[in-house]
């Protein structure tokens, strides 16, 4: 029997793990963004009569003495960067060396472009300055951290001083297993085992943006650092935002073969959408000039690299894929690159909210790949559709199948599933008018509110409270892909092969219908019965 990728999921997963991944963050100071307040950091706070680009230096030297000094201290490896270095393996080189608990690895140096100040001269003494590119050295410092593990916290060595850091939701719950005597296997950046899946799952779920700024406050006052307490003091402080934040799912299988099976029947679930190297799933979109890029709109391929197939689904500027990890788990990721795609800022208070959207993401791209493969339902849900309902005062009518209206409407409501905040009125009306092949002045406002009324009250549905947004239920998924594909897969290239006009085709139904006819005839001319004339 061939797999079911209902019954895998179901049958063959012996740990599913849903967590905050790799966290990238940009710190910066918002005092220090602009040429004024530049100007009144170095003659109102530093006390310098003129705010002279001279000054940059022995700022710069201040810092760069106090890295002199902390490396000698320490004994603190200091490794210079060169262009085309992997910094991760000479990471993981210095890392596997390191014997302490909790400390600074090593240092590593790089110079690379950052947006700094520079100075025109005025009138008199007078300075203008305005934000420029510049090349300038950059300082990795490679820690360990009894919290968070493995990590790396990089400082630019010029004003406005730009942080970045580099953590690692899963290596976070690793520590804390640790520190509750919990055993559990790793499965790279991942558990392959854990002896208490429920207690793992719940120190996942206990990740926030608060000890994210736990972690920086604790090393920015350790590390080097451009700024001095008085500064701090005084307002000079770096804020966080989320640069790029990866959510993942990870799903264990019991044999590696089931992880095969699983993609296998990804793939051949839309062989027939496109390209074996390139695969359409169920999320159809209207390309056009602002959304043909994978960044900018709407994108789904399946890609084979050697015998690992991985799924790519694209969302403005953010990333979901999957794809089979180490042999043995099933790993759905959403990597958001721009926070904004989701309608919040990049501020590290809006980590918790970011995260749940991503496990959102993950749950309904397994959601839908398993619905698409399993999407009977009773007879009573299709009567639900096929026949006039009343809900409460409200009547909808009948949803008919291969009504072409209902056809475009259902095919349409597949590429809004996935979409975290739903779909509006305006977002569906020019699909379902391309699929009915009419223009919007044929496809009215009016109609589509009449539409998205009948979908609503049949429950495929459902608004978003105190919003016009939609979203697609579990049922109105079922019902969507089971009609699409009877239609699109099964009658309508059913109806072109018994068509007359395509005879000189002769395929295998052809065939069989030719044989069920030439019985129909024979039978006719036994019982002597002939075809009425035309008249």
């Known amino acids: 029997m061939m797999p079911n990728l209902f019954t895998i999921m179901r049958d063959h997963v012996t740990l599913s793990t849903t967590c ?67 910094k991760d393996e000479i990471a993981a080189q210095y890392r596997a060396r390191f014997q302490q608990s909790e400390g600074v690895v090593f240092v590593g140096v790089a110079q690379e472009k950052m947006s700094s100040f520079k100075a025109s001269k005025g009138s008199g003494l007078a300075f203008s300055f305005r934000r420029e590119p510049v090349y300038v050295n950059h300082y990795y410092f490679y820690v360990q951290d009894r919290q968070w593990g493995p990590a790396f916290v990089k400082v630019g060595s010029y004003i406005p001083y730009p942080v970045k850091l580099c953590l690692n939701g899963h290596e976070w719950v ?23 899946p429920q207690r793992l799952q719940q120190i996942c779920d206990r990740l926030t943006a608060r000890d994210v700024e736990d972690f920086f406050e604790r090393w920015s006052h350790r590390l080097p650092w451009p700024l001095t307490e008085e500064d ?23 044999r590696p073969v ?7 029947e990804v793939i051949r679930e839309n062989l027939d959408l496109g390209r074996p190297d390139r695969v359409s799933l169920v999320f159809p979109t209207r390309h056009t000039r602002a959304t043909r890029a994978p960044k900018r709109g709407y994108c789904t391929r399946v890609i084979t690299q050697g015998v690992n197939p991985s799924l790519h689904v694209y969302y403005k500027s953010s990333h979901l894929k999957q794809y089979f990890k180490d042999g043995r788990g099933l790993r759905s990721e959403l990597t958001i690159n721009n926070t904004l795609d989701f309608g919040v800022n990049k501020g590290i208070e809006n980590l918790d909210h970011l995260a749940d959207l991503g496990r959102q993401a993950n749950r309904k791209l397994l959601e839908i790949e ?45 590429g809004f599933f996935h979409i975290p905040h739903g779909f509006r009125h305006r977002d569906l009306r020019p699909r379902v008018a391309d699929l009915l092949g009419r223009s919007l002045d044929q496809y009215t406002s009016g109609q589509m509110t009449y539409d998205l009324r009948r979908l609503r009250l049949k429950g495929i ?52 219908f030719d044989r069920v006819q030439a019985e129909i005839d024979r039978l006719c001319h036994d019982a002597r019965l002939e075809p009425a004339a035309n008249t």
């Not at 004024?36 to 201040?62: D, E, V």
């Not at 089931?258 to 296998?264: L, N, S, T, V, W």
């Open 20 to 86: 905050i991944d790799r966290l990238y963050l940009n710190g910066y100071m918002p005092r220090l963004q602009r040429p004024g307040q530049l100007s009144y950091f170095l003659r109102g706070h530093l006390g310098n009569p003129i705010p002279s680009p001279a000054l940059f230096p022995p700022l710069r030297q201040r810092f760069v003495k106090g890295l002199d000094r902390f490396v000698g201290r320490y004994d603190v490896p200091r490794v210079p960067f060169k262009r085309g270095d992997r």
């Open 174 to 196: 690793k520590q804390q297993l640790r520190h509750e005597g919990i055993a559990f296997e790793p499965l790279d950046n991942g558990f392959r085992w854990c002896e208490d």
């Open 258 to 264: 089931q992880g095969r099976h699983f993609f296998e």
């Open 232 to 254: 701090r003091a005084a307002g000079y402080r770096h804020q966080l935002s989320i640069w790029q934040l990866e959510v993942s799912l990870t799903q264990i299988f019991d």
């Open 461 to 512: 549905i459902s608004r978003i409270p105190k919003t016009h947004r939609y979203i697609v239920t579990t049922y109105g998924l079922k019902i969507a892909l089971f009609f699409s594909k009877v239609y699109l897969r099964i009658l309508r290239p059913g109806w072109l092969v018994l068509a007359e006009a395509t005879q000189s085709f002769v395929g295998p139904l052809r065939r069989a």
């Open 370 to 414: 398993r619905v698409s493969h399993h999407c009977g339902f009773s007879d009573p849900s299709l009567e639900r559709l096929q026949k006039p309902t009343v809900e409460g005062k409200q009547r909808a009518s009948a949803m008919r199948f291969a009504d072409p209206r209902v056809m475009a409407l259902l095919q349409a409501l597949c």
